[in-house]
C-alpha cells in the first residue's frame, strides 16, 4: 500500500489522491509529525498545535477582502455611508457555517470541493458547479489585477511594471516546491491587510455613525442614490464578495494540501475565526472610513483609485497612499488564493498532482494553470480602455448570484453519511444553512425584479420577501417531515439490529462495546475512497428543485448582465 492508501498504520483506507497530501503538517508557524498522535492538555501544548494549524482558515478570509472587497466596500461607503455596516453582522454567521462545512469536508474526505460534486452528483451536475467555478474564478483574477494597477497607478509606479512584477511575485512564490514558504510567505501579506486599522484610525469616522449602522438595518434606496435596484445590486455584491463561491473549493483543497485531519477539526475552527474577526473588522474600517471621506463630496463613485483620492483630499496624502498599499497587498493575497482554487479544483477532477509540497517538475501540469491565469489576468488587464471599476463590481455580484447553488450543493454534500459518515450536519446546521439559502435566493430574486422594474417600491421589495418566506416555509417544513419519516425508518433499523445484537455471543457483545467509543472513532474516521461510496441517485422533489433554481439562477444572471450594460452606458 501507497501513502495514500494508509494514513497511519492500522487505520482504514482514505480517499486522498495525491499522495504528498498525507504527511507531516508543515505550517508557516511550526510542525506536528503525522504520528504525533499525543493529548494536548498544556496551554503550551495547545497554542503550538494552533500555530502549526492557523492558515487555511485565515488565508482565505484575508483573501476575501480582495480587490473587489476593496471596490465594493469603499462604493458602499461613498454613496450609502455607513447605513449598510448591518449587512457584515448578518455575513458572520453565514462565514462560519458555510467555510466550517468546507474545512469538515476536506478534513475527513481528503478530496476536493470539485471532484467530491462531480463523483457524488454526476457530471450533469457537476459540470454546471465547475463551470460556474472556473469561469467566476477567471473574472475574479481579473479584477485582482485592476486592484494592482488602480492601487500602483496612485503611487505613480507605471501600469506594466506593476503588473509583470506583481505576476512575478505572485508566481515565484507558488513556485517555490514548499508548502511551508508558500504560507509563510502569504501570511506576511495578511498581516498588511491590518493597515486599514491605522486608516480607521486617521480618517476617525463618528462613533455613533459607525454603532448605527451596525445596528440599524436600513435600505436607502433613494432616486438620488439610483433607486432600490441599485441598493439591491451593492447589498449582493456585498454577500457577493464576502461569501464567494471559491472560497469553498480554496478552504477545502489548501486544508487538504495542508494534511490536516478530523483530530485537528476544533483548531482550524479557532484559525477560522480569527479569519472572521480581521475580515469584518476590515471591511468595516473601510467602510467608514470611505463613508466620512465622502459625506459631504457628492462625488460619484468610480474606482479604487478614486476610493484613495477621496480619502486623501480629506484625511491627508499619508491616507491615501496607505490606502493604496493596502489595495495592493489585499489583491496580490486574492491572487493567489483564487488562483489556486481553480488550479487546486482542475487538478482534483482531472486526477493530476496538485500539491504545494511538489516542486514544478512533479506537478507539472497544476504549476502551468496556475501560471497561465495569472499571465492572461494580466495581459486583460493592460488592454487599454476596458471599464474597471465597474468590471469589479459586476464580479461581486455574480459571485452573491451564484452563490445559492454553490451552498445548495455544500449543504448536500454534508448531509452525505457515506462522505461524512460520523460527522455530517447537525439538524441546527441544516435548518441554519437552508435559511441562508432561502435569503440568497431572496436576495437574487430581488434584484431581478429591480433591474425589470427599476421604479420598484420599497413596498414591493418587502412583499417579494414576504412571499419567499411563505415559500422557504413550505418547503422547510416538507423537509423537516421528511427528515423525520428517515429518523423513524432508522431508528427501526437500529432497532432491528440491536435485537440480532442482544442475541449475539460474548465475543460480539466485545466489538459492540469497542464500536461505542464515538470519539475515537469521530476522530479517526476517513472517508472510503470515491470507488467504494454508494452511488446516490437524485430524483424526485430534489430533482426538480435542483433544475428550477439552475434555471432561475442563469435567468439572474442574465439580467445583472443587463443592469451592468445599462450602467456602463450611463442609463
Known sequence: MTAVDLEVAGTARSAVLDEAHVGDIRGALGTISLDDHAARTTLSAKMKTLLAVVGPGLIVMIGDNDAGAFSTYGQAGQVYGTKLLWTLILLIPVLYVNQEMVLRLGAVTGVGHARLILSRFGKFWGTFEVVDLFLLNGLTIVTEFIGITLAAGYLGVPKILAVVFAAGIIIATAFTGSFRAFERIAMCFCVGSLLLIPLYVMAHPAASSMAAGFTTPD????????????????????????????????????????????????????????????????????????????????????????????????????????????????????????????????????????????????????????????????????IPGSPLGLFTEGVQVLAGVLLPAATVFLLMLCNDRAVLGPWVNTAKTNAFTGAVIAVLITLSMVLTASVMFPAITAGAIFAIMGACAAVAVLIGGFALASARRSARTAALAEAAVMTEVAEMTEVAEAAEVTAAADPVDKLSWRMPPLSELPTPVIRGARRVGLLGLRGYLALAMVMVIVKIVETALGH
Open 219 to 382: 435600505l436607502p434606496g433613494g432616486a438620488a442614490t439610483g433607486g432600490m435596484a441599485a441598493v439591491m445590486l451593492l447589498v449582493i455584491g456585498i454577500v457577493g464578495t464576502t461569501i464567494a463561491p471559491w472560497q469553498l473549493f480554496f478552504q477545502q483543497s489548501y486544508v487538504i494540501d495542508k494534511r490536516i485531519t478530523p483530530r485537528f477539526m476544533r483548531y482550524e475552527k479557532t484559525d477560522l475565526w480569527i479569519g472572521i474577526v480581521i475580515v469584518v473588522v476590515g471591511a468595516a474600517a473601510l467602510m467608514g472610513t470611505t463613508a466620512v471621506a465622502f459625506a459631504h463630496s457628492g462625488a460619484q463613485f468610480t474606482d479604487s483609485a478614486g476610493l484613495a483620492r477621496g480619502i486623501a483630499a480629506y484625511a491627508g496624502h499619508a491616507a491615501g497612499a496607505l490606502f493604496a498599499v493596502a489595495l495592493l497587498d489585499a489583491s496580490v493575497i486574492g491572487a493567489f488564493a483564487v488562483s489556486l482554487s481553480s488550479a487546486y479544483a482542475i487538478g482534483d477532477v482531472l486526477g493530476m498532482k496538485h500539491s504545494l509540497h511538489r516542486g514544478v517538475g512533479q506537478a507539472k501540469g497544476f504549476y502551468a494553470l496556475y501560471a497561465a491565469l495569472i499571465c492572461a489576468a494580466a495581459v486583460i488587464v493592460l
